[in-house]
């Protein structure tokens, strides 16, 4: 009896949670789900709706029409896709090399490196120190700027350094008896090894680069060379008929569908990062536990 208690004890417990997890999942997922249902809805409609959307208001694409007539749109994407090709190329090449280093145990000042990386996540020189360094090294106004600051990551380092210390050593040391060196050991045993966590650092840094406004804002003069978030935030903040007419939009058009351009405008700017998880989620929850915990 006491077992068959604590058996129906069990499932209430699991089915409380489960229902707590899944009314959680609905808040974060709605919001999307709504923006998505009203980048579809007729501009009036969507105009005189009030309260909760579950599904487009009379389904149409006008607004889709119009958000692609933005001459920002276009220049954006290309803007991004570079930035984030060679922000991560960058990211995932000096991490990996100082995560290698610092994985080793028996470097001299081992410690001291590890405590002066982890110093650099509680303490930074500041918004003005740093703009002071990059015009020091004239990268105002250069797609370097969004690059070379934030070419590594310090959390991503670390986990990156946990996996490669969890490793056997054993590997490592066969490979020196056959006369492997560190760039041989590196690339042919220690890479294959922690590919798990690899994938998902560059899912992290594709995230970081794709969804980075703020740097661009401060450091880029040239709006040729903006990314596509800077352009979508100023679609979002824009609320005059100039600032608007600047920017590449037909005024009877925008006009007509402001709020709807808005909600299909920031579509354009997720749907290509949220197309990205479902081929690194096998590797996501793995990979991070690999480099996370240490036993």
């Not at 209430?12 to 959680?24: P, R």
């Not at 020091?136 to 106004?141: D, E, I």
Request: hydrophobic letters at 50%; aromatic letters at 14%; glycine letters at 6%.
């Amino acid at each position: 009896m006491e077992l068959y208690h604590k058996n129906i004890r069990y499932r209430l417990e699991n089915l409380a949670v489960g229902f707590v997890l899944f009314l959680f999942a609905v808040l974060c997922v709605y919001p999307v789900l709504y923006v998505l249902f009203a980048s579809f809805s007729d501009p009036m409609k969507l105009a005189q709706h009030t309260g909760l959307l579950w599904k487009p208001l009379e389904f149409t694409l006008e607004g889709y029409k119009v958000a692609a007539s933005y001459q920002g749109i276009w220049k954006g994407y290309g803007n991004t896709i570079l930035i984030v090709v060679s922000g991560v190329t960058v990211n995932m090449c000096l991490t990996v090399l100082a995560a290698y280093v610092l994985s080793k145990k028996e470097l001299y000042l081992h410690r001291a490196m590890n405590l002066f990386v982890i110093f650099t996540m509680y303490f930074s020189g500041g918004l003005i120190p740093t703009y002071m360094v990059v015009k020091g090294l004239h990268l105002v106004n250069s797609m370097l700027a969004l690059i070379l600051p934030v070419a590594i990551n310090t959390w991503n380092l670390i986990i990156l350094r946990t996996s490669m210390e969890e490793m056997p050593k054993s590997l490592t040391e066969a490979a020196k008896i056959d006369g492997a060196g560190d760039w041989t050991i590196l690339l042919k045993v220690v890479i294959p090894l922690i590919k798990p966590t690899l994938a998902v650092l560059v899912l992290y840094y594709v995230v970081q680069h794709w969804n980075s406004w703020f740097n661009a804002m401060i450091y880029l003069q040239s709006r040729e060379k903006y990314p596509l978030q800077l352009f979508l935030r100023e679609i979002l903040v824009s609320g005059t008929s100039n600032s608007a007419a600047s920017q590449g939009f037909d005024m009877t058009e925008l006009d007509q569908y402001k709020q709807l351009v808005k909600y299909c405008t920031t579509i354009l700017a997720t749907a290509p990062i949220l197309c990205i998880y479902p081929f690194l989620q096998k590797y996501f929850v793995k990979g991070v536990l690999i480099g996370s915990v240490k036993e």
